[in-house]
Every structure is written in structure tokens, then in C-alpha cells.
Nanobody, 125 residues
């Protein structure tokens, strides 16, 4: 089993920045591809990263503004969010899926096995 805990959410003005963290605990000896999703109306893909950290993918709406990264030694992934907009307001969730392929990442909700409880991000106009 794997447990995911998000942190770093909060209230920020338009144009501001936040960095979300997702701490992974439990069976961390396995290799996990990780992702960030957000939910305002429906759950949307935000960003994904392979377990090697060398491959990433972003939703078009956040490309150029958000950066996903991982620190394998600390079992933590990050989502650096810059130039935030009111439409980025949502609960942000991190997710994990075990994979045997170092370059694989996943961008659909159903491909992930483990989820955190989420952290609220609110961007005021």
C-alpha cells in the first residue's frame, strides 16, 4: 500500500505562485509514475511524471506555467504553479501508479491506483 499526502495549497492572487508537495509513504521500494489532477467541476488531468523523472506531460491549460518534478530520495513530488489564474482554483490531488517502465507516465484518472486527499488552491481575481 502507498499513502499520498498533499500540502502547499492556499489562497493566492492572480499572477502569484504556489508550490504543491506530495509526500509518498508506505511501499516506496516500488517504482511509481505520479500525476497531479484537479477538481473544480469534474476531475481534470494537470501534469504527470515518469518514475525516472525524465518524462513529463502537461495539460494544455497549464503548459508553460506549471512544472512537475520529483525528488526520489525524499519520496516527494512537486507541482510548481506560476502565473496563477482564477480558473486554476480547484482541489489538487496527487496520484500514483506502479510501473515497470522508467519512461512511462499516465494522464487519465483510471490509470492511477493511489490517491491523496487533496489540497485546496484558490486564486483570487
Amino acid at each position: 500500500q502507498v499513502q499520498l499526502v498533499e500540502s502547499g495549497g492556499g489562497l493566492v492572487q492572480t499572477g502569484g505562485s504556489l508550490r504543491l508537495s506530495c509526500s509518498v509513504s508506505g511501499r516506496t521500494s516500488s517504482n511509481y509514475a505520479m500525476g497531479w489532477f484537479r477538481q473544480a467541476a469534474g476531475k481534470q488531468f494537470v501534469a504527470a511524471i515518469s518514475w525516472s523523472g525524465g518524462d513529463t506531460r502537461y495539460a494544455d491549460s497549464v503548459k508553460g506555467r506549471f512544472t512537475i518534478s520529483r525528488d526520489s530520495a525524499e519520496n516527494t513530488i512537486y507541482l510548481q504553479m506560476n502565473s496563477l489564474k482564477p480558473e486554476d482554483t480547484a482541489v489538487y490531488y496527487c496520484a500514483a501508479v506502479e510501473t515497470y517502465y522508467s519512461a512511462s507516465y499516465f494522464y487519465t484518472e483510471g490509470e492511477y491506483d493511489y490517491w491523496g486527499r487533496g489540497t485546496q488552491v484558490t486564486v483570487s481575481s
